[in-house]
């Protein structure tokens, strides 16, 4: 079946932009006048009178920054409103560039770009919108020119693994996955080798440490959020919007140009290219221990180099994590261990410290208690251990007696309950999926 032309996907989005409701009581008059405006905005790309679309671009690019400048600021209700527009607005500007007679192929890339942007800021909200942001994607890749595929396989390094002085215990390890948590593993971790060895992603047709795959599911033209920097609490780390060509190519070992770590963390990727969602099984156990207020999991991916660090944080949910490409190593140890502060945890204290790490998955609720520790649990050196022991005395006298520590080789599965700190260290080029539940 033909897929739809981009004058049927204009008719759907005036559609769909008439449907969106103007009478949010927490939006001002001069909001709503924005979306009026808006919706003029579409009637006039629709009827097709501006004899420059260029004019037109310029304008609908007015209505994306004022929704991505309103989206953080706004209650939650205003916020829906403003990541609606801001969807919307990315779909009619990546629709009047396509909508040329000619339509060149970094134009092309240029509408693909656009879209990406609504998927990765303001998750393509509002009804039918990430359905139609796949097609008009698809559309435009038609009209970009194939290029050699990347040929490497991420394959698992050979170099021993040396474990961190922060732990003393192992985590316990199960025969085969359970169809619920076990009532003895509720409130403690456990890992299951080999438990996601049958996904798809494992097997050579649909292997996610081919990056030629990887590049093939995407298509040309798409963007993805990447970290830039070894760790989150670094005062140079920061985060851009790359290429997923360019970033797939920066994950080549053999490439000695990279200059800097790049890491694509905590990304709803499977949703971006949902073709990788048929690599994947979500695990019996967590469909049956989702609580009431989710009706399914949150499913993250983690791509990056060898040597990338997650800090030790804590987040509000169970997490299911699949190590799919590489090995990876995990520190966790027990919410209790931090009764004292021994995590040392950043945010308001005595020494004025205040939180002003990057943490992805910081707690929203309440900025100021930080979920992220000060402590370093991966030294690398004997002297950065001894410097280690003199700045957090209080972590080295209570917690590694509690903490435990497992590397996850391709096709393990981990399980660690909420409030757990947990830090991680790849140590070869690492896929791996999370699942919050």
């Known amino acids: 079946m033909a897929g739809k032309s981009i004058k049927t996907?204009?008719?759907?989005?005036?559609?769909?932009?008439?449907?969106?409701?103007?009478?949010?009581?927490?939006?001002?008059?001069?909001?709503?006048?924005?979306?009026?405006?808006?919706?003029?905005?579409?009637?006039?790309?629709?009827?097709n009178d501006d004899s420059n679309p260029a004019d037109l671009a310029v304008r609908i690019d007015q209505f994306i920054n004022v929704a991505y400048e309103r989206m953080p600021s706004s209650e939650?209700?205003?916020?829906?409103?403003?990541?609606?527009?801001?969807?919307?607005?990315?779909?009619a500007k990546a629709l009047v560039c396509a909508s040329t007679p000619e339509l060149h192929e970094d134009v092309a890339r240029e509408c693909i770009s656009t879209l990406?942007?609504?998927?990765?800021?303001?998750?393509?909200t509002g009804e039918d919108r990430m359905d139609m942001i796949q097609e008009i994607i698809r559309l435009l890749q038609a009209r970009i020119p194939c290029r050699p595929p990347l040929n490497h396989i991420l394959a698992p390094g050979q170099e021993a693994v040396h474990l961190p002085p922060t732990f003393r215990g192992n985590v316990c390890s199960i025969a085969s996955l359970p169809f619920s948590v076990p009532e003895n593993c509720?409130?403690?971790?456990?890992?299951?080798?080999?438990?996601?060895?049958?996904?798809?992603?494992?097997?050579?047709?649909?292997?996610?440490?081919?990056?030629?795959?990887?590049?093939?599911?995407?298509?040309p033209g798409r963007i993805v959020p990447v970290e830039v920097g070894d760790d989150y609490r670094s005062d140079n780390w920061?985060?851009?919007?790359?290429?997923?060509?360019?970033?797939?190519?920066?994950?080549?070992?053999?490439?000695?140009?990279?200059?800097?770590?790049?890491?694509?963390?905590?990304?709803?990727?499977l949703t971006q290219f949902p073709k990788l969602w048929d690599d994947i099984g979500v695990p019996d156990f967590v469909w049956t221990s989702l609580p009431p207020s989710m009706v399914e999991p949150i499913i993250n991916a983690w791509l990056g180099p060898k040597g990338t660090i997650s800090p030790a944080h804590t987040d509000p949910f169970s997490n299911c994590y699949v190590q799919v490409v590489g090995r990876k190593t995990v520190w966790l140890a027990p919410p209790d261990c931090d009764v004292a502060k021994s995590m040392y945890p950043y945010g308001p204290s005595s020494t004025g410290i205040v939180d002003k790490t990057h943490n992805p998955a910081a707690n929203a609720a309440d900025p100021l208690m930080s979920n992220t520790s000060r402590v370093d649990v991966f030294p690398a050196t004997s002297q950065a251990i001894e410097a280690s022991q003199k700045e957090f005395p209080r972590f080295w006298d209570a917690v590694p007696g509690k903490a435990l520590c497992v590397t996850l080789n391709p096709g393990d599965l981990l399980f660690f309950p909420p409030k757990w700190w947990h830090a991680m260290r790849s140590e070869d080029v690492s896929f791996s999926v999370s699942m919050w539940f």
């Not at 204009?10 to 932009?17: A, Q």
């Not at 103007?22 to 939006?27: C, K, Q, R």
């Not at 060509?245 to 790049?262: A, V």
């Open 116 to 124: 990406d942007h609504a998927i990765i800021i303001s998750g393509a």
């Open 9 to 47: 996907h204009i008719e759907d989005l005036k559609r769909l932009v008439e449907q969106q409701d103007l009478g949010v009581e927490a939006l001002a008059e001069g909001d709503r006048k924005t979306g009026r405006d808006f919706r003029s905005a579409v009637h006039q790309l629709r009827d």
């Open 76 to 91: 939650r209700s205003a916020s829906f409103y403003w990541r609606s527009l801001h969807t919307d607005a990315c779909i």
């Open 238 to 269: 920061t985060q851009k919007l790359l290429s997923w060509d360019e970033f797939l190519s920066s994950l080549d070992p053999e490439d000695h140009h990279r200059h800097h770590t790049l890491y694509l963390a905590q990304h709803n990727l």
């Open 186 to 219: 509720v409130q403690t971790p456990f890992v299951v080798r080999k438990g996601a060895a049958d996904w798809r992603a494992m097997q050579e047709a649909h292997q996610w440490a081919s990056l030629a795959y990887l590049n093939a599911v995407a298509g």
